[in-house]
């Protein structure tokens, strides 16, 4: 199960908290939930400090999204070292 908790900090950008894990289904209610925030062009930031775990389809769109300019803030050891080991791959 995936939490996505909407907020915006005092810049202005828009802050997504996520709660659980980024696997299966939440991988693209995660991705629906940035695709309009993206789409308006307002700045997006990720909070992943409570996030567990990611799939390879997580990690994937957080790649992706990273590639998007959207900031990945606060992700624990484990989460950081998933999202390292496929930059691996794909370079």
Known sequence: MLKIVRGESSGGEVVLRLDGQV???WVEEL???CEPVLAAGSRLDLDLASVSFLSR??????C???DQRVRLLHCSAFVAEQLKS???IRA
Request: glycine share 16%.
């Open 86 to 88: 496929l930059e691996g």
């Open 23 to 25: 696997i299966g289904p």
């Open 64 to 66: 992706k999204l990273r």
């Open 31 to 33: 991705d629906r939930a």
């Open 57 to 62: 389809e997580g990690v994937r769109l957080l």
